[in-house]
């Protein structure tokens, strides 16, 4: 604990230079069944996890409630800025805590989310985070119906989240708070709009500057707009790329798309990536930049039997060796979305 305790001091001296900071985790989780009644037997564990991998091979299905245990030194240092604990999923319902403080709950087992844990944080002490989970059917949370196991578990990553009072809003979706969408593509041109969420003080008015690189890195465009939203509304911000390098499965190019505040001494940015392409159906099959591109996909479980549903990146690569090798450029996933990383790499590819 004293190791991670240097760390986050070391990373706070850093933050003062930069708008946000992102810290995974990941380590140092203490597990144990609601049914024990206790933490004395807690089992020292290291996400990603899920607790029917621990079932010992008896080769049953476990659904159950458990808690997840873990401290984190907050330093003083940080009482002016805001934090967040973003979990990649939890399987199937999560209750948060800090400090014996409710921050939120999430119903849905394969999708991210982002709660804001500011108002329950001691500042230069130690804090306690613990998060409740259950993979108990109940009807109101998807799927309530699958052939597939509802492992139960934190079995994605976790991460702090270091802000500054203003910031592009974390707590949108699970997302990065922007959002990227084509209005009109062509060979000449394409059409754009950038919705940015934006979280700061009613009496403060941010500037945003909307930055577009093409696949080399190059600025395309750049644009600067007032933060003229209303309530719960993202600011938009239409943009247009002329020439541009079309996405397509033979030729993947990806744009680069940077939103960034400032407001006052306070800043904070987020970067996407996207393609843009054209996207229609014919009699032929399906057209993408209207080329004709014949579909060889697979089903994508969430499943493995050496991890469950508690896949790493290299997991991952593995699947999508597999998948090159069978020569399929379309995969289906079962039941709920898998991690980001697997469409990063779908995208890259």
């Not at 305790?5 to 003062?16: G, H, N």
């Not at 108990?136 to 802000?163: A, C, H, K, M, W």
């Not at 600067?224 to 993202?234: F, G, I, M, Q, V």
């Amino acid at each position: 604990m004293k190791r991670y305790i240097a760390t986050l001091l070391l990373l706070a001296i850093c933050a003062s230079t930069q708008a946000r900071e992102v810290f995974p985790l990941n380590e140092g989780w203490r597990f144990f069944f609601k049914s024990e009644n206790s933490s004395d037997n807690a089992r020292h564990v290291t996400l990603p996890h899920t607790w029917d991998t621990d079932t010992g091979g008896t080769g049953y299905f476990l659904e159950t409630t458990a808690n997840y245990q873990n401290d984190m030194y907050i330093p003083a240092e940080w009482a002016t800025k805001r934090l967040f604990v973003k979990f990649y999923g939890v399987q199937s319902v999560a209750d948060v805590f800090v400090n014996g403080c409710h921050v939120g709950e999430h119903r849905g087992g394969f999708t991210a989310f982002t709660l804001e844990i500011t108002d329950c944080v001691k500042f230069g002490a130690e804090n306690h985070l613990l998060v409740v989970v259950s993979n108990t059917f109940q009807n109101d949370v998807l799927p309530t119906s699958t052939e597939q196991n509802v492992y139960g578990g934190i079995y994605r990553d976790v991460d702090l989240i270091l802000t500054d009072k203003a910031a592009v809003s974390p707590t949108v979706w699970g997302t990065d708070g922007l959002f990227v969408e084509q209005v009109s593509v062509t060979p000449e041109a394409v059409e754009g709009r950038a919705a940015v969420y934006v979280s700061a003080p009613k009496e403060l008015t941010a500037q945003i500057t909307l930055t577009v690189r093409d696949p080399e890195g190059y600025v395309v465009v750049e644009k600067t707009h007032k933060d003229n939203r209303s309530a719960d509304e993202p600011v938009r911000i239409p943009f247009v790329i002329d020439a541009p390098r079309l996405w397509s499965p033979a030729s993947p190019d990806l744009y680069t798309v940077t939103a960034r505040i400032v407001c006052d001494s306070m800043a904070d940015e987020v970067t996407v990536r996207t393609g843009f392409r054209r996207i229609s159906v014919s009699g032929g099959g399906l057209l993408v930049n209207g080329d004709t591109v014949r579909l060889h996909g697979v089903a994508l479980y969430h499943d493995r039997a050496s991890v469950a549903n508690a896949f790493t990146a290299a997991d991952y690569d593995e699947d999508l060796a597999l998948l090159h090798d069978v020569g399929a450029n379309a995969v289906h996933s079962v039941s709920g979305p898998h991690d980001q990383y697997l469409y990063d790499r779908l995208d890259e590819r």
